[in-house]
């Protein structure tokens, strides 16, 4: 399999469209425009993706015979692909991982990630999104998207996902958003060269994390903070259920292990309505206010993923 995709910075790239769209987990879509409009290679090259690279056809192989489709020898790549009557302002480079052939003569496309986070059958937003560009650009139905989870330098557990082509998905979400950023990048460069610094294009409040602290430790408080949406999902999901049983059973206090748990009786609390106060009785607020300097802060939040 052929992953030598050369300048990056030079066309838009399948694993480019969730960033383009707004929901990929690694990188804004600011971040992917500065890096087309001032064209500065990066290195792509990690541990992460040396491994999934060596890893992809074992994995396929496997997953073709599980699945029952056969690998064939067509094209993994194609350069300004045809998507009928739409058309894009800057190059469009798709790169598959393989074209699988099943039984009835239907041809598949097979697109193969490793992670070090298991998706537990839920495939991620931002991969399906990269699926639905490649398969209209080879105007094929289905795809097959093979995971395998990463355990140190071996695969542990294995998935397998079926996505169908969604034409409405494409047509009306990806397009809009590709065709916009491949205008951005064009007016960007020509800004670029009439002298604006990227500053001026983009701004400098909304910047690309790994362009600030390098891929390693943005990947692993990515990591981390995945780690810690499921961890509190569960404990949620665990305190509904304690204290549903601990009001079922007229229970105030629980303890297990290092923790304890107390519930509270239903209260009625009075609180201050400042909008009203602020309405009525404006000269009082003037009057009891006082300006207090508050340090800036930090906030991670995660983003919502458009439907």
């Known amino acids: 399999m052929n992953n030598e995709l050369g300048d990056r910075t030079q066309y838009i790239g399948g694993s480019d469209i969730a960033a383009i769209m707004g929901i990929s987990p690694w990188k804004t879509r600011s971040g992917l425009l500065r890096e087309k409009i ?109 995971f395998g989870l990463r355990n140190g330098d071996q695969i542990g557990e294995t998935e397998g996902f079926w996505v169908d082509a969604d034409p409405d998905y494409f047509n009306n979400q990806i397009v809009p958003a590709v065709a916009q950023f491949c205008r951005d990048v064009i007016d960007g460069r020509a800004r670029l060269a009439a002298g604006e610094t990227i500053e001026d294009i983009l701004g400098n409040t909304v910047c690309d994390a790994v362009a600030l602290m390098g891929e390693s430790p943005v990947a692993r408080v990515n990591k981390a903070l995945a780690l810690i949406d499921r961890l509190t999902a569960m404990v949620d999901e665990f305190k509904t259920a304690l204290k549903q049983k601990m009001a079922d059973d007229g229970i105030t206090r629980a303890e297990f292990g290092e923790y304890v748990a107390a519930m509270t009786a239903p209260s009625t609390r009075m609180t201050i309505d400042t909008a009203a106060i602020k309405r009525d009785l404006p000269g009082v607020v003037e009057r009891y206010s006082k300006e207090t300097k508050v340090a800036g802060s930090l906030r991670i939040t995660k983003k919502k993923v458009k439907e």
């Not at 015979?65 to 009557?85: H, I, K, R």
């Not at 399906?128 to 795809?143: I, S, T």
């Open 38 to 146: 001032t064209q500065e290679r990066r290195n792509f090259s990690t541990a992460a993706t040396r491994f999934g690279h060596a890893k992809e056809r074992p994995l396929i192989d496997f997953d073709a015979l599980t699945a029952g489709y056969e690998l064939t020898d067509d094209s993994l790549v194609m350069e300004n692909p045809s998507f009928g009557p739409v058309s894009f302002a800057f190059p469009v480079i798709c790169h598959f991982d393989g074209i699988g052939c099943m039984p009835d003569g239907e041809k598949i496309l097979i697109e193969c990630k490793t992670s070090s986070t298991p998706f537990n059958g839920v495939l991620p937003e931002y991969y399906r999104a990269q699926v639905q560009f490649y398969l209209a650009a080879r105007g094929l139905k289905r795809a097959r998207i093979v």
